[in-house]
């Protein structure tokens, strides 16, 4: 099977290139102008989402889009409108034209196009978008990654400082490993189970008062705990990150991953085992 993988420079679209090369895949990667994919298994094209004409010639003759490419962080041209509005818009609608069979969208937890952050908003719109589009499809909505969220967070405590938490972190969300999110998205492409329907991953339900306690049992240190109000600024903390972790804050989002464990035949990666991992390290 053919398979383009959009975002494959970035740490999730990378990994999920590899586990498909490791599968035996045939992986072609999209890598924008001055960057490349170091994996010479794969096929490497260039392109990117707000060029729709070089989204054409990379999902020529393949058979599988899987696109984990956002704009999230706002860098320059690259942001939530351009991206991951529009930029996903292209890439279906060039993956429609070329006859692509299966596309497998990174979406997120609570994807809505009325949320009130605009990512998550952008998220629901691109899922709507793709069921309209005539391939079959698989969605895969990750909670947040540890990955990510953990660094931002949890940063300062490894280093033996303090931790800021929007409101007053007592909600609970089901925090994801990363390699768990590649498995299920490896699973999107492969296998026929998945195709039209939406796969949600995530670990086991904790809060970010229970992460603390984690990092607190592991490090062998107590962390020291301030809190800001919602909408408050959150110093030293990307914008885009506070406004996540304020979107947090007004829903829980605890998943049962047995079934679809089962199902799919992933295991779920425990917070503390993550943890522990990154204390080994």
């Known amino acids: 099977m053919s398979v383009l993988v959009v975002g494959a420079t970035g740490s999730l679209g990378g990994r999920i290139a590899r586990a498909l090369l490791e599968r035996g895949e045939a992986v072609r990667a999209l890598v924008r102008e001055g960057k490349t994919f170091d994996d010479p298994r ?63 969208f990174t979406s997120v937890l609570g994807a809505d196009p009325s949320h009130f952050v605009p990512f998550i908003a952008a998220k629901g719109e691109t899922e709507e978008y793709l069921k309209a589009s005539g391939m079959s499809w698989t969605i895969i909505q990750p909670d947040p990654f540890m990955e990510i969220w953990l660094p931002n967070v949890m940063g300062n405590a490894l280093a033996g400082g303090s931790v800021t938490l929007v409101g ?41 008062r229970d992460v603390i306690s984690v990092y607190e049992r592991v490090f062998g240190r107590e962390i020291e705990v301030n809190t800001v109000a919602i909408g408050e600024p959150v110093p030293g903390m990307p914008d885009f990150v506070r406004e996540l972790m304020t979107s947090l804050e007004f829903y829980e989002s605890p998943l049962d991953m047995t079934e679809a464990s089962r199902t799919f035949g992933v295991p779920v990666t425990s917070l503390e085992d993550f943890v522990r991992g990154l204390a080994a390290a």
């Not at 599988?64 to 991951?84: L, P, S």
Request: some cysteine.
């Open 168 to 208: 007053e972190g007592k909600q609970r969300h089901s925090l994801v490993a990363m390699d768990d999110v590649v498995a299920y998205e490896v699973v999107g492409a492969t296998n026929h189970a998945a195709k039209n329907r939406t796969i949600q991953v995530g670990g086991e339900p904790v809060s970010w």
């Open 42 to 104: 794969a096929e490497v094209v260039s392109g990117d989402l707000k060029d729709p004409e070089s989204l054409r010639k990379a999902c020529a003759g393949v058979e599988t889009v899987v696109t984990t490419a956002n704009g999230i962080a706002g860098i320059g041209e690259d942001n939530v409108e351009t991206v991951d509005r529009h930029g996903n818009r292209n890439l279906i609608d060039a993956a429609a034209a070329e006859g692509v069979n299966h596309f497998v």
